[in-house]
């Protein structure tokens, strides 16, 4: 079974690098029709309208506008307007938001001094619309780059979070790392194609590494009980729910309050169980994602759960 899934998951890596298969699948109306099973649209009005609706039961939101690896700095610039934008219109409608931003999608690859400057700015504004930055992970080349640029924004700008991935062997230092810095830190499994020397190919092993790094979060994070404060926000991006469910039970145990940590789950994915979450008094957050250059993102979200290709084939032809 495990090697069915790792060879569905290889092929699905695959097409997600395929700039063929890009070309075709933003054409088809057939397969766009299907995205909207996990991406409300590809406006921005579109997510504001979906986290409306969502924002009525108590969640908060994430959004993200999908694109990567830029190519120009005046595209990158372009971004963080969209985004300066983006976090007026989301307060203008009182949601509950914050905005998760891929560096390179800032200028990393051309200017790091310039992707920080705009990484700076979008913590700011974030900060006066009483919202937040967080910066994703990417492949693992981006790794050390985007650890420096988030430690040098959260000194400034201490609501801003990162991702990290638990399935690359050196998550565990890089958790070490953040320590100091009282971190608010996304821990997720991770959807890129990278060699066995770098990350586990096995999903067994990525998921046995995400469970210990989420009870280490948990325990800095319970280090803040007595008016202390907490040593770690730890949030965790699964919808793994028998996993949810252990770490759930692992912060009961340690006297852990709800709030103390956090669930970041997809827009269309499992709605049920996050609404089933929040009623219970857990902190949800459903991450709404939006944008012309879904593809890449679309295929990745396919191979972190190979299961979810069904779900595409029947939202497709049913």
């Not at 088809?28 to 997510?47: C, H, K, L, N």
């Amino acid at each position: 079974m495990d090697l069915g899934v790792r060879l569905s998951r290889s092929l699905l890596l695959a097409a997600a690098g395929s700039e063929t298969l890009n070309a075709v699948a933003t054409r088809s109306r057939v397969v766009r029709r299907a995205t909207r099973a996990f991406m409300p649209g590809e406006r921005a009005e579109d997510a504001l309208e979906a986290g409306a609706a969502l924002a009525a039961d108590g969640r908060s939101l994430i959004f993200t506008r999908l694109g990567e690896a830029l190519t120009s700095l005046d595209e990158a610039e372009a971004v963080r307007d969209h985004y300066l934008r983006f976090l007026d219109a989301a307060a203008a409608r009182g949601l509950p938001s914050r905005i998760s931003v891929k560096p390179t999608q800032l200028g990393l690859d051309q200017s790091p001094e310039s992707c920080l400057r705009h990484a700076m700015d979008l913590a700011e504004k974030a900060e006066t619309v009483d919202s937040g930055l967080w910066l994703d992970m990417e492949d693992s080349s981006y790794v050390d780059r985007t650890l420096e640029l988030y430690e040098a924004v959260k000194t400034r700008h201490p609501r801003t979070g990162i991702a990290l991935q638990a399935y690359l062997h050196r998550t565990p230092d890089d958790l070490e790392r953040l320590r100091p810095l009282r971190p608010a830190i996304r821990l997720v499994k991770g959807a890129y194609a990278e060699p066995p020397d770098v990350a586990f190919p096995r999903k067994a092993d990525t998921d046995a590494a995400f469970e210990a790094l989420a009870g280490r979060m948990l325990g800095w994070a319970a280090e803040g009980r007595g008016g202390a404060p907490p040593g770690c926000l730890p949030v965790f991006g699964t919808h793994d729910l028998p996993l949810v469910r252990r770490l759930i039970g692992r912060a009961e145990a340690m006297g852990l309050e709800q709030g103390r940590y956090e669930f970041h789950m997809l827009y269309g994915i499992g709605m049920r169980q996050q609404a089933k979450l929040r009623a219970e008094g857990h902190a949800v957050t459903t991450l709404i994602s939006y944008g012309e250059a879904w593809y890449r993102w679309y295929m990745r979200r396919l191979a972190e759960r190979p299961a979810n290709v069904g779900f595409l084939l029947r939202s497709m032809f049913g």
